[in-house]
């Protein structure tokens, strides 16, 4: 069972926006970091946004910083990543993520122990 299910993929013109979903399934993750990351083809998955707690911080990759936020429902289970005035350059397979860390790493894909399968997003120009 894939404990994390992203949604909300697709393709969008240049200037468009896209919000994507990303569900828990039969876990709790309320008190766990929940981030989105992005790879495109023969990169590495690069990080995109996190919420590091219900309730608690996001911080953002500054290529995404104002035109993308990350949050998440009450229950926690749910994370979203509303992204606006997207770019050709935000082509790629998103994917969510869920870990339980002690350190400001949020870009460090070791840090999270729960991925999803990931949903393509593509812009056009």
């Known amino acids: 069972q894939v404990p994390l299910v992203e949604s909300g993929g697709g393709l969008v013109q240049a200037g468009g926006s896209l919000r994507l979903s990303c569900a828990s399934s039969g876990r709790t993750f309320t008190s766990y970091a929940m981030a989105w990351f992005r790879q495109t083809p023969g990169n590495e998955r690069l990080f995109v946004a996190v919420?590091?707690?219900?309730?608690?911080?996001?911080y953002y990759a500054d290529s995404v910083k104002g035109r993308f936020t990350i949050s998440r429902d009450n229950a926690g289970n749910t994370v979203y990543l509303q992204m606006n005035s997207l770019k050709p350059e935000d082509t790629a397979v998103y994917y969510c993520a869920a870990g339980s860390y002690y350190n400001r790493l949020w870009g460090y894909t070791g840090n999270y122990n729960y991925w999803g399968q990931g949903t393509q997003v593509t812009v056009s120009s």
């Open positions: 919420s590091t707690s219900t309730g608690g911080s996001e």
